[in-house]
Nanobody, 115 residues
Framework: QVQLVESGGGLVQPGGSLRLSCAAS????????MSWYRQAPGKERELVAG????????KYGDSVKGRFTISRDNAKSTVYLQMNSLKPEDTAVYYC????????WGQGTQVTVSS
């Protein structure tokens, strides 16, 4: 079965950095595009970043462009989200996502940006 396990969240001060990881299993990772989404309290889930199966193309939500970087290691079946210059408005639960015939989601990892 498809499993997505996120890690790397936590509490960080404004301007700080975090790197999230998502370990994937149960499907052919190297053939799948991957995405990160986030959901803040009282808000809809939004796309943060996406990456193609080869890693050759990426896309970002407008609010994170220039600050976040998505990458992947197909040998490790893992996708990453490097988050720099974090702002309080980045506070949310971050989810890893893959569409493999149907959509799958990880359990989420909490990111809190606060002084």
């Amino acid at each position: 079965q498809v499993q997505l396990v996120e890690s790397g969240g936590g509490l960080v001060q404004p301007g700080g950095s975090l790197r999230l990881s998502c370990a994937a299993s149960g499907f052919t990772f190297s053939n799948a595009a991957m995405s990160w989404y986030r959901q803040a309290p009282g808000k809809e889930r939004e796309l943060v970043a996406g990456i193609t199966s080869s890693g050759g193309s990426t896309k970002y939500g407008d609010s994170v462009k220039g600050r976040f970087t998505i990458s992947r290691d197909n040998a490790k079946s893992t996708v990453y989200l490097q988050m720099n210059s974090l702002k309080p408005e980045d506070t949310a639960v971050y989810y890893c996502n893959v569409f493999w015939f149907v959509a799958y989601w990880g359990q989420g990892t909490q990111v809190t940006v606060s002084s």
